[in-house]
């Protein structure tokens, strides 16, 4: 290649060497952008993979503690969305409360139901008793999150919201 | 009569090649060198002293002993060589006369002489037993016999440079370039049967180029700039095959991550319902381990207000079974102080933060992030 080269004229061998370094800032500026954005793929990709091998790998676990949690449950006493809303709208009868956002994670062997529940200018008395009332159906329907406060422009009443969660048997564990 | 060192096809087509000029159309001189001297100078200064010529119209170089005692400095009349002579030089890598040949024996000969005889030209070498010859002296024959000429150069060269009236050597053929590289020039004699061979480094040989010696330095530095343009070719051509390489790795790579993203994809419906399986077991065993038991969490804050009921909660956000954000107000900063120390006193509670306290128009607001023991709160002891 350098006898060729040397037997080229020196207005040549500039063209041919600025053709060569135009080549190379173009085409390495071009390499180095996309190894970039390639090796951030590559991480992103490489940590998502580890993350579901991770998850893969502990099904068994994951499967194990789901038929223990399974079998500790009756059946019989779970509900479903529809009968979580039934049973939250028979607590709260005569406390004009609103009950909404329902919402269902679902697994193989059961589902959890979730459902929001308002209470506007209520007394501290309807709501300790519908959170008793609650409580006996625990572990099957239960309170998530709440908040509860003053309502500044009634005094001694309070506004309330439950995140309220009941758990259903989609298919019992084998005995 | 000029030659050049012979060449492969490939090495034919390079502007580069050694031409050896005919020896008898140069005056030869030695001189004695000063030590730690430029040793051009000092040539330069004997040709202006000796030289037949003015400098300006004369071709000169020079070679060096080994010991760097001495040199031979020659030089030619200009107007001895054709103006296309002068221009086919350009092209040339070394430009130097053919009795360069005689000047680098590997052991000085002992004193005496040698006779070259080639076509119509007969040479006398003179050797005094310095490692460069003492004179050197050519003549064409004419009318007269190779052995008559030789005879009256002989008979000159021990008039001339008092060397013994001896022959050692008779020599024959045209000297020749075998090798010219890094390791130097390689001159040679062509005749079947010679032993002539002689080994000139590159530093000797540049200083034996007889070209002008300003063409010779705009010529040198041509070839600087040349070999820096073919080092920026070739160091770019090596970056063109990196990109190369590079871009095949980097279309490797993008296979490979298509590839795993495939597996990534196909496995996604199964991680996820694991994922959320998970996360189900754990919420459904932490709500039968606790439960979030609001009243007993309430009477848990409630029971360490002041008496004088001059501390409210207004707005209280329950996330976890163990954990509660309060907003409260209360009527002094006092009031606030005592409160959080008594809930730190609280055996149900771990940990307590006041958060962003704020007093506007005589009452205090603050924030409560509180943290409950494991165990805690117990239901049933509400007030």
């Not at chain 1, 009968?83 to 607590?91: G, N, T, V």
């Amino acid at each position: 290649m350098k006898s060729f080269f040397n037997t080229k004229t020196m207005r040549e061998r500039v063209l041919m060497t600025a053709c060569m370094l135009i080549a190379v800032v173009w085409w390495g500026s071009s390499l180095l952008g996309r190894s970039r954005v390639l090796q951030v793929d590559w991480r992103s990709s490489n940590m998502e993979l580890d993350e579901q091998q991770n998850w893969l790998k502990n099904k068994a676990q994951v499967d194990q503690r789901m038929t223990k949690i399974t079998a500790q449950l009756d059946p019989k006493r779970t509900l479903n969305a529809s009968e979580a809303f039934a049973e939250i709208d028979r607590l709260t009868q005569g406390m004009h409360g609103e009950i909404g956002q329902q919402r269902t994670e679902r697994t193989e062997n059961f589902a959890m139901n979730n459902l929001q529940v308002t209470f506007r200018r209520i007394g501290f008395e309807p709501l300790l008793k519908f959170y008793k009332e609650l409580s006996l159906k625990a572990p099957y329907l239960g309170i998530d999150k709440c908040s509860i406060s003053v309502d500044r422009a009634a005094p001694g009443q309070i506004n309330a919201v439950f995140q309220i969660y009941s758990v259903e048997i989609v298919r019992p564990s084998a005995p | 009569m000029t030659s050049t060192a012979p060449q492969t096809p490939a090495a034919a087509a390079r502007p580069q090649s050694i031409v050896l000029l005919p020896g008898e159309k140069f005056f030869v001189r030695r001189i004695q060198l000063m030590p730690a001297q430029d040793v051009a100078a000092q040539v330069e200064l004997a040709l202006e002293m000796f030289g037949p010529f003015a400098p300006a119209q004369i071709f000169h170089g020079f070679c060096t002993s080994r010991d760097g005692k001495q040199a031979l400095l020659f030089a030619a009349y200009r107007k001895n060589f054709t103006s296309e002579e002068i221009a086919s030089w350009a092209t040339a890598d070394v430009v130097l006369p053919e009795f360069a040949v005689w000047l680098a024996p590997e052991v000085p000969p002992p004193a005496g002489t040698w006779i070259y005889e080639n076509e119509d030209t007969i040479s006398v070498i003179a050797w005094d037993g310095g490692q460069l010859p003492a004179g050197l002296l050519c003549r064409k024959q004419a009318s007269t016999s190779a052995e008559g000429v030789a005879s009256e150069l002989q008979a000159e060269a021990v008039k001339r440079f008092g060397v013994p009236d001896t022959t050692s050597r008779r020599l024959g053929g045209n000297p020749v370039v075998d090798r010219w590289g890094k390791e130097g020039l390689v001159l040679k004699l062509d005749k079947p049967g010679q032993t002539m061979t002689a080994v000139l480094p590159v530093a000797v040989t540049r200083s034996m180029d007889v070209r002008d010696k300003a063409e010779l330095a705009g010529l040198a530095e041509l070839q600087k700039r040349s070999h820096w343009l073919w080092l920026g070719f070739a160091g770019l051509a090596a970056g063109v095959a990196l990109c190369a390489v590079t871009e095949i790795g980097l279309q490797v790579s993008g296979k490979l991550l298509d590839r795993q993203k495939l597996t990534i994809k196909a496995n996604a419906g199964s991680a996820q319902q694991i994922e959320q399986a998970n996360m189900l077991a754990s919420r459904m065993e932490q709500m039968a381990g606790q439960r979030l038991k609001l009243v007993g969490m309430l009477a848990a804050l409630n029971d360490p207000r002041p008496k004088s009921n001059t501390l409210n909660f207004v707005r209280t956000t329950i996330n976890s079974p163990t954990q509660m954000e309060v907003e409260a107000q209360a009527s002094s900063a006092a009031d606030l102080r005592d409160y959080e120390q008594a809930l730190r006193r609280s055996p149900a509670i771990e940990k307590v933060e006041v958060r962003d306290p704020r007093i506007r128009e005589g009452v205090t607001t603050f924030q409560l992030s509180v943290v409950f023991k494991p165990g805690f709160p117990v239901e049933g002891d509400s007030k």
